[in-house]
């Protein structure tokens, strides 16, 4: 029962987390130097680009922008960034919040396909894991040759949580599988002790 409850909790967070990484507007995060306020903030995500001068998000800051409408204000954003290393990890970010929802559907059912249950939570956590593949894409490293290192952001962070939650949500399920196929064959032995026991009683 106790294994049953934290798979339904941990892929209810991991589902939750899931979807504040693959629709964030702030994946990833960096600094840079604006002519006009200073020191500012910059956040890139999967929907787009949010800006706000640092500590002052919620009184100057642009919220989830398209990319286009920062090629004018930052020249190296010129075209598209977006390589497909970037799309490949917005695709896992978008599996892994899909199978999350089937996931945490199928984990409020009885004990029966727990091990089916406990392989696609295995596999939506490799899926989350995979989200991170940003760090790797050229937009990373683009905004990395003009100063601007970008680092986890609220949408990463999310991701990371997310990845812990997918995990221990199929450790849980998988024990509740590992449990449920030994209570079966306890059960198988019940109902076969009384079937040897009629046979020798033949026998005899």
Not at 43 to 53: A, C, P
Not at 148 to 176: D, H, K, N, P
Request: with cysteine; glycine share 12%.
């Amino acid at each position: 029962m106790c294994n049953e409850v934290v798979t339904v909790i941990c892929s209810l967070f991991g589902w939750i987390l899931s979807a504040f990484a693959a629709f964030s507007c702030f994946f990833i995060e960096g600094k840079f130097l604006d002519g006009q306020f200073g020191s500012s903030s910059i956040g890139v995500g999967f929907l787009g680009i949010s800006t706000w001068r640092y500590g002052s998000f919620y009184s100057h800051g642009s919220w989830c922008k398209s990319w286009e409408s920062y090629s004018n204000i930052i020249e190296f954003m010129e075209g598209d960034l977006r390589d497909s290393t970037w799309t490949a990890a917005y695709a896992f970010a978008i599996i892994a919040f899909c199978l999350g929802f089937f996931a945490v559907v199928f984990s409020f059912c009885s004990q029966k396909g727990r091990g089916g249950l406990a392989a696609l939570l295995f596999f939506i956590t490799l899926c989350q894991g995979l989200s991170l593949l940003v760090f790797s894409s050229d937009v990373v490293k683009v905004f990395a040759a003009h100063g601007i290192e970008l680092g986890i952001g609220f949408g990463a962070g999310c991701s990371i949580a997310a990845i812990i939650f997918w995990f221990f949500a199929a450790v849980s399920a998988a024990g509740v599988a590992k449990n449920g196929d030994g209570d079966s064959d306890a059960s198988r032995e019940e109902l076969e002790e009384p079937l040897v026991a009629n046979d020798e009683a033949e026998a005899a």
